[in-house]
């Protein structure tokens, strides 16, 4: 149970701290308490934690452990047993309807043991799991999608554990995004407009799920109960949802170059590009749409909270809305923070904030704009919001009240903030500065190599100002590709150990492990995860728009290597090493 209102309806409320629906969250406490979802006597301020402190996560977290450790290997020896019936024949529909019948009954008890309860939970997937598998292989994917949600909403409704209702909400928010994709006709089934359009889908829902909750509040128990169970499946979905959202942004500032850049950077290019004549229409809704969002969200938390009913604050939403034009996926989160903060939803509202960070982090790797133009639009924004700031703390301050709370925090705000603001200029231009020296460093010391490209699919070779790179690795290097989502991330990285000839064109040998040691006259380099593989240093090069066909004679990539592997692509070069562009 979250610690939110339950109304998510914007409101009027006092400029110092919103005040919810009187009565709403108190009705909507007593009727957990009434499903056993909260202790007796639970109050609102303990809504937030649901089933009172008997049972610490600490030891619910081992108490899982250990129920997952002693659940796999039954299930395991479950499947050896009967996997053939499983697989090919009608016992998926019997095993997976018992596994779940039988784990949701458990679960609805209420004086069942932790370690009962939280051994239910696999046995509770995997006959979801069953379910799933055998109406995806006799009916298709999208009937398996809706008869799975249709489970996942019943098990909900039947099991009144808050923290299983947050997961099912999640995976049916999942399951519905497959529902609504339009698998079927494959030209609209890759258009980067499908992704956009799902990601929407599931905001409708979301809010639709909120106002349905603020419509069944206080009508009766039955309409209670209808309150509490969607107050849990409303955040699981709005998680996934905020998942989605970032995913589809691709990576964030300094994320992207280390893991590689989403689709979502492409999004506006893309639509173009996939529906021909209409191209530019559809460009503009989706651009429209994304600022539409901003500017509503901005109304709600205006409504809500009279203090942002100001100019400066009206600014500030024409700023974000102005984002929303160039990051198409932004207005949406804008949306589902203003919501959630209005309505009290703090951890909503704070996974919302990060998102909307991530999104806005990603305009840095978004191809579809040039250089110069992100420069301009972000410089242009971070000194309209100085300006603002600046304003804002020569603003004379009204006599504090007696008894006034948050004054003194005003008061350092006020006095610390041109100060913190200097810092935090000193600190990004030193640590731009210190890369960018580290960078120079490798350009003049590192070795000289030269790695041959290899062959790319020419529709993606090219994309306007990006030409996507793959260079030849040693052949082991091929074993190593399922663990770069992990080793990449632990930051555990494999080296490619090779030889140069006469021309200082390598010769790879082998892939080694971390800092293994290397022969004389053999060197290194680090390689990169990139979208689940490996890669050197990048797989993307840019240049400036109009230049395709020069960068198109590119045969080999030039770097400068450091005794201790690290690398830097520093230019492209011919079939006869002829550097170009230079």
């Known amino acids: 149970m979250s610690d939110a209102s339950i109304d998510p309806v914007n409101r009027s409320a006092s400029a110092a701290a919103p005040v919810p629906k009187p009565g709403a969250l108190e009705t909507i406490v007593q009727a957990a308490v009434e499903q056993g979802i909260l202790p007796a006597g639970a109050s609102a301020a303990d809504a937030h934690r649901a089933g009172g402190t008997a049972r610490p996560w600490p030891v619910v977290l081992l108490t899982a452990l250990g129920a997952w450790l002693a659940a796999l290997p039954l299930l395991a020896m479950f499947g050896l047993f009967f996997g053939e019936w499983i697989v090919r024949d009608a016992g998926a529909y019997v095993i997976g309807a018992v596994v779940l019948a039988g784990a949701t009954a458990a679960l609805r008890s209420k004086d069942l043991p932790i370690f009962l309860e939280q051994l239910a939970f696999p046995a509770l997937l995997t006959g979801a799991g ?195 034009w160039f990051s198409p996926l932004l207005g949406s989160a804008l949306l589902a923070l203003a919501i959630a903060g209005t309505t009290r939803r703090w951890g909503q509202a704070t996974a919302a904030a990060l998102a909307c960070t991530w999104i806005m982090g990603g305009f840095y790797y978004l191809l ?103 260079f030849t690795l040693p052949p082991m290097v091929d074993i190593d590709r399922r663990e770069a989502g992990v080793e990449g991330l632990l930051g555990s990285r494999p080296y490619a150990v090779g030889r140069l000839d006469a021309r200082g064109v390598v010769a790879w040998e082998r892939v080694e492990k971390y800092d293994a040691p290397i022969a004389p006259g053999e060197f290194r380099i680090q390689l990169t995860p990139k979208n689940s593989d490996w890669t050197l240093v990048t797989d993307g090069w840019y240049f ?32 006869q090493l002829v550097p170009i562009g230079r």
């Open 130 to 324: 069953l379910l799933g598998f055998a109406f995806g292989r006799d009916m298709g994917l999208q009937p398996a999608a809706a008869f799975m949600l249709v489970v996942a909403l019943a098990v909900a409704a039947l099991v009144a554990l808050p923290w299983l209702r947050v997961l099912l909400g999640a995976g049916a928010a999942a399951l519905f995004a497959v529902l609504i994709w339009p698998g079927s006709d494959g030209r609209w089934a890759l258009s980067p407009l499908v992704p956009w359009s799902m990601v929407h889908g599931v905001l409708a829902v979301w809010v639709g799920l909120l106002l349905w909750q603020r419509h069944a509040l206080g009508r009766g128990s039955a309409g209670n109960w209808l309150a509490a169970l969607l107050e849990p499946l409303a955040c699981g979905w709005l998680l996934v949802l905020l998942w989605g959202i970032c995913g589809l942004s691709g990576q964030t500032f300094l994320v992207g170059g280390a893991f590689g850049a989403g689709i979502g950077g492409e999004l506006v290019r893309e639509v173009g590009r996939e529906v021909g004549p209409r191209a530019f229409a559809l460009q503009w809704l989706v651009q429209a749409a994304s600022v539409l969002l901003a500017l509503v969200a901005a109304a709600i938390a205006q409504r809500a909270w009279p203090v942002l009913r100001q100019p400066r604050a009206a600014v500030v939403a024409l700023v974000l809305a102005m984002l929303c």
């Open 544 to 575: 400036a728009e109009g230049d395709a066909s020069r960068w198109e004679q590119a045969r080999f990539g030039e770097f400068r290597v450091q005794p201790d592997g690290k690398a830097l692509l520093v230019g492209m070069a011919d079939d």
């Open 368 to 470: 579809a704009w040039p250089l110069t133009t992100k420069a301009m639009v972000l410089v242009a924004c971070g000194a309209l919001l100085g300006v603002l700031a600046w304003s804002a703390l020569r603003t004379p301050r009204a006599a504090a009240v007696p008894g006034e709370t948050g004054h003194a925090a005003r008061h350092w705000a006020h006095r610390m903030g041109p100060w913190l603001l200097a810092l935090s200029a000193v600190a990004t231009v030193a640590v731009a500065n210190i890369g960018i020296a580290d960078k120079e460093n490798t350009i003049a010391n590192g070795q000289k190599v030269y790695v041959p490209l290899a062959p790319v699919d020419p529709r993606s070779l090219m994309q306007g100002d990006y030409m996507r790179l793959r």
